[in-house]
């Protein structure tokens, strides 16, 4: 008997997996890249933020000299790369409405609150 690896529970396209308290999918074709409302903005692919969220609590932040490039949507779910990284992996996060995102982990899911988007210059 082998090991069940992540891949093999999670099936589809997007597949969706949790590690280290972030929610991430892993996506081989079928990215919109559409431009999203968040907060009193509008985020475009191929932007960067650092932050989504205002307060520490519903927010999700990159750690230094990370950033999250907004690469588009499939069904309900935001994707971003890291900085200018290129991969089938994303982080995910569920678009609920301009002001909450849904991010899931192994410890359960939790709202991310946005009501001001900070962009970041490209890098």
């Known amino acids: 008997m082998s090991q069940l690896d992540i891949f093999d529970i999670?099936?589809?396209?997007?597949?969706?997996?949790f590690k280290y308290g972030a929610m991430y999918a892993?996506?081989?074709?079928?990215i919109q890249p559409v431009p999203v409302e968040l907060g009193d903005?509008?985020?475009y692919p191929?932007?960067?933020?650092?932050?989504?969220g205002d307060k520490k609590r519903t927010s999700f932040e990159m750690g230094k000299g990370y950033y999250l490039r907004y690469c588009g949507m499939v069904d309900s779910l935001l994707l971003f790369s890291?900085?200018?990284?290129?991969?089938?992996?994303?982080?995910a996060f569920h678009y609920i409405d301009r002001n909450t995102?849904?991010?899931?982990s192994h410890?359960?899911?939790r709202?991310?609150?946005?009501?001001?988007?900070?962009k970041l210059p490209g890098l």
Do not use: A, C, H
């Open 10 to 17: 999670l099936d589809g396209n997007p597949k969706v997996f």
């Open 101 to 104: 995102l849904v991010v899931g």
């Open 41 to 43: 903005g509008t985020l």
């Open 111 to 118: 709202d991310i609150r946005i009501s001001r988007l900070k």
């Open 82 to 91: 890291v900085n200018e990284f290129v991969s089938d992996f994303y982080y």
């Open 26 to 30: 892993r996506v081989i074709d079928g």
């Open 46 to 52: 191929g932007e960067f933020v650092s932050k989504l």
């Open 107 to 109: 410890k359960g899911v």
